[in-house]
């Protein structure tokens, strides 16, 4: 399966994507990585690793329409079947959405659907939660919204703080977005009505994929 890949900053989840599709036997190839902002540090990364990478500058685009006409028209000519956005800080359009519907995932550093957004950290330290995490979900026109593939849970230490917690949130991601993402090449994640059924490999039913704290 063709995969590309969406971002705007430095591209660690895409690294762990990356390695996974290195993986011997991994049925994805990521065939394009795109980012919004021409010095995204992941553009290199993506580089190193000989991925053919294109800059779709949101800022030269008179609407959010066109811009992502732009990138669905990118996409499609290099052949993608999945996207993964992977830290790609762009609110997509509602058409754009519906034309790649249960072909589009998205990672969230929080337990969906608590804390949909921005500043997921603080406000789960205002909250005073004890344990936070990641999400995999299918990507919906709502904001951070959509079935949800997969989710680790991390525990909120005393003393934390944003970046802290942060920085723990982010290394159960590069866990767990290769593992969502493996499930879904595989066609073993597959969305039944507004939620993703899971199978085993020999295609009988799966317990639902939540990592434990990490």
Same mark, same amino acid.
């Given at each position: 399966?063709?995969?590309?890949?969406?971002?705007?900053?430095?591209?660690?989840?895409?690294?762990?994507?990356?390695?996974?599709?290195?993986?011997?036997?991994?049925?994805?190839?990521?065939?394009?990585?795109?980012?919004?902002?021409?010095?995204?540090?992941?553009?290199? $990364? /993506? &580089?190193?690793?000989?991925?053919?990478?294109?800059?779709?500058?949101?800022?030269?685009?008179?609407? %959010?329409?066109?811009?992502?006409?732009?990138?669905? #028209? &990118? *996409?499609?000519?290099?052949? $993608?079947? *999945?996207?993964?956005?992977?830290?790609?800080?762009?609110?997509?359009?509602?058409?754009?959405?519906?034309?790649?519907?249960? #072909?589009?995932?998205?990672?969230?550093?929080? !337990?969906?659907?608590?804390?949909?957004?921005?500043?997921?950290?603080?406000? /789960?330290?205002? /909250?005073?939660? %004890?344990?936070?995490?990641?999400?995999?979900?299918?990507? %919906?026109?709502?904001?951070?919204?959509?079935?949800?593939?997969?989710?680790?849970?991390?525990?909120?230490?005393? +003393?934390?703080?944003?970046?802290?917690?942060?920085?723990?949130?982010?290394? &159960?991601?590069?866990?767990?977005?290769?593992?969502?993402?493996? !499930?879904?090449?595989?066609?073993?994640?597959? $969305? $039944? +009505?507004?939620?993703?059924?899971?199978?085993?490999?020999?295609?009988?039913?799966?317990?639902?994929?939540?990592?434990? &704290?990490?």
């Amino acid at each position: 399966m063709k995969i590309g890949v969406l971002i705007s900053g430095r591209g660690s989840n895409l690294a762990a994507l990356i390695e996974a599709c290195a993986e011997p036997g991994f049925r994805g190839q990521i065939a394009l990585v795109i980012s919004n902002r021409p010095k995204a540090e992941g553009l290199q $990364v /993506a &580089a190193a690793a000989g991925i053919p990478t294109l800059v779709v500058d949101h800022q030269d685009f008179a609407s %959010r329409e066109t811009f992502d006409a732009e990138l669905d #028209r &990118a *996409l499609r000519a290099a052949g $993608v079947e *999945l996207i993964c956005n992977a830290g790609f800080m762009r609110i997509l359009s509602d058409g754009f959405v519906e034309k790649w519907r249960d #072909r589009q995932l998205n990672i969230h550093p929080s !337990l969906l659907p608590a804390f949909k957004g921005l500043h997921v950290h603080q406000r /789960a330290l205002d /909250a005073g939660v %004890r344990i936070t995490g990641c999400t995999v979900h299918f990507v %919906r026109p709502e904001m951070d919204e959509g079935p949800i593939v997969a989710q680790a849970a991390v525990p909120v230490l005393s +003393g934390d703080t944003p970046e802290t917690l942060a920085a723990r949130v982010l290394e &159960a991601e590069h866990k767990l977005y290769p593992l969502a993402l493996k !499930l879904v090449v595989e066609g073993r994640a597959r $969305v $039944v +009505g507004e939620q993703v059924a899971l199978l085993e490999a020999d295609g009988t039913e799966a317990a639902p994929l939540f990592v434990p &704290a990490i």
